[in-house]
């Protein structure tokens, strides 16, 4: 997996972005003067501690939240203002899985396109099997309820839906977070195969550092109600900050940073080490 040239022209474009929430005890500032382009074709992994805001940024970029100041772009336009279109330029997988517990996997998968009320129901449930096949799921999966589906299949149905509109922007909230490690290979695989074949531009916020070293083309540190530093796994180790220190060189981390060792060279590490290191603050 190689990275897009610098001047590639940004999918999605952050500035200024300021998200302030009232609280009973004052404003509770999430974000501030927050910067991040977005380049085509990436895997940019979104990391840092709890309650940093990562899943507000990425429903900001999905648009069902709007900053209190600065601007979201996609494909150079507000997300999500623009109904039909708009909504099919992003998937989302939320972090919670949020199938609907009524639908059966295929009507799971159909309702976005369902929602449009442009497309006969035959076409909807063709697409909507391609789409499973996509994920790794038999077509016998079709009429199965959520309730009897394992956490790894859930996901993947919620993916699959997430996918039903071709967006070229996926956005991942945790993906792998709540699989057993087999589980969570398993998926990894298959964002992997995805993101090849359909050229994807994928952003995910992730706590796993598996996941993140073998997905990511760059990855994004949120820290300080900003985005600290972005760009490849040895720029980001490299960048001087305690939350970085702690999660990337605490005991976590080292075990991730070991396992490196076990020949395979993750895509995030991956490229010449003196051309891809000059740390890109996106400040
Ligand atoms: N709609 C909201 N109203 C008020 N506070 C919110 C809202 N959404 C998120 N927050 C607060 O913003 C902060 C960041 O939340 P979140 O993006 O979910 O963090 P994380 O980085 O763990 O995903 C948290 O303190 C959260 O409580
Ligand atoms: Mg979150």
């Known amino acids: 997996m190689t990275d897009l040239p610098n001047n590639a022209q940004p999918l999605v474009e952050i500035r200024k972005l300021w998200t302030i929430f009232k609280t009973p005890d004052g404003p509770q500032v999430v974000h501030r003067d927050l910067d991040l382009s977005i380049r085509r074709g990436e895997v940019l992994s979104l990391v840092g501690g709890s309650g940093t805001g990562k899943t507000v940024l990425l429903r900001q970029i999905l648009g069902l939240e709007h900053p209190s100041k600065g601007t979201v772009t996609v494909l150079g336009r507000p997300p999500g203002q623009f109904s039909v279109k708009g909504a099919a330029n992003v998937g989302m997988l939320f972090q919670h899985g949020a199938l609907f517990s009524a639908f059966n996997v295929l009507d799971n998968v159909a309702f976005p396109l369902r929602e449009l009320k442009v497309l006969p129901d035959e076409l909807i449930r063709d697409a909507a099997l391609v789409k499973l096949q ?36 996926l956005l991942l909230d945790e993906p792998t977070a709540g699989l057993d490690p087999e589980g969570a290979d398993g998926f990894c695989d ?43 796994a040895r720029d980001v180790i490299a960048y001087p900050h305690p939350f970085i220190h702690e999660y990337f060189l605490g005991g976590r981390g080292q075990r991730a940073m070991e396992a490196l060792h076990d020949g395979s060279v993750p895509a995030a590490l991956a490229g010449p080490a003196d051309t891809a290191s000059a740390p890109h603050n996106e400040r």
């Open 134 to 169: 996509m994920v790794g799921l038999d077509p016998k999966q079709a009429t199965k309820s959520p309730a009897d589906l394992s956490g790894g299949m859930i996901k993947r149905v919620a993916l699959a839906r997430a996918l039903i509109m071709d967006p070229p922007l």
């Open 190 to 232: 298959l964002l992997r195969g995805l993101h090849r074949e359909l050229g994807l531009t994928v952003v995910m916020v992730t706590h796993d550092l598996d996941t993140l070293f073998d997905l990511s083309t760059r990855i994004a540190v949120l820290a300080d109600q900003r985005v600290i530093v972005a760009g490849t």
